[in-house]
């Protein structure tokens, strides 16, 4: 069956430091991956999409890999600051009839540590 | 500016209720979609659509339904509550340009849904 798989549930580091996060999947071909941050009490919000045939997106301290050979890909914030504490959330789009559909992970529960 | 909103945003009911919650999106989006989002499961899809009169079910869609009769509108039902339905339920609308960034799903804040 699919599967997908955010490896910790927590990561706590400190301010400065490079927050890494990823993402594994199995039994899926994804068109793209979308990662999304959430804060408590509200709804997601999302912050980068990297496609099947892009290895790598940035977008300022952020930034994306996508391996489909490994079937993963890998979330890093660098520099990471307090308010970057929040839970971090991937999610796949299998393509196809799957149109417009994502599939969440369980989400990644960062703490930046001051 | 352009937003989702949901209501009401906490709601207890009792078992074997019906309950409604409502979602409102003014990105005039063709695709909207339902989740419900619990410990140790993250969120799961219940109902989807993609334009009016188009509903679709999803991974966790027993229990529920969904109608819609215009674009800006896809209100989630409960037909017989449930302890088991006890979540916090999301709404999100995208675009829906297949290929394209606008696959982005926009979220509204959430329902918390408390079934006694």
């Known amino acids: 069956s699919q599967k997908i798989e955010q490896n910790s549930e927590a990561l706590n580091i400190q301010e400065g430091k490079t927050a890494t996060l990823t993402c594994n999947y199995t039994n899926y071909s994804p068109a793209y991956l979308q990662w999304y941050r959430q804060d408590p009490g509200r709804g997601p919000v999302f912050l980068l999409l990297i496609r099947e045939n892009e290895k790598e997106k940035r977008k300022e301290r952020l930034k994306v890999t996508f391996d489909t050979t490994l079937k993963q890909s890998l979330f890093h914030i660098t520099a990471s600051q307090p308010a970057d504490s929040a839970t971090y959330l991937c999610a796949l789009h299998a393509g196809g009839t799957s149109y417009g559909k994502l599939t969440f992970g369980q989400g990644t529960i960062l703490t930046v540590h001051p | 500016d352009a937003e989702i909103t949901q209501s009401p945003r906490h709601k207890i009911t009792e078992t074997g209720r019906q309950v409604t919650l409502a979602c409102h999106q003014t990105w005039n989006h063709n695709n909207m979609f339902w989740y419900r989002q619990d410990l140790g499961h993250g969120l799961r899809l219940i109902h989807y659509?993609?334009?009016?009169?188009?509903?679709n079910k999803g991974e966790v869609s027993d229990g529920y339904s969904v109608s819609r009769s215009n674009t800006e509108d896809l209100p989630l039902t409960l037909e017989s509550a449930a302890s088991s339905q006890t979540s916090v339920y999301f709404c999100?609308?995208?675009?829906?340009?297949?290929?394209?960034?606008?696959?982005?799903?926009?979220f509204g804040p959430g329902t918390r849904l408390l079934v006694l």
């Open positions: 659509s993609y334009g009016v009169h188009d509903t």
């Open positions: 999100a609308s995208s675009e829906g340009r297949y290929g394209t960034a606008t696959e982005t799903q926009y």
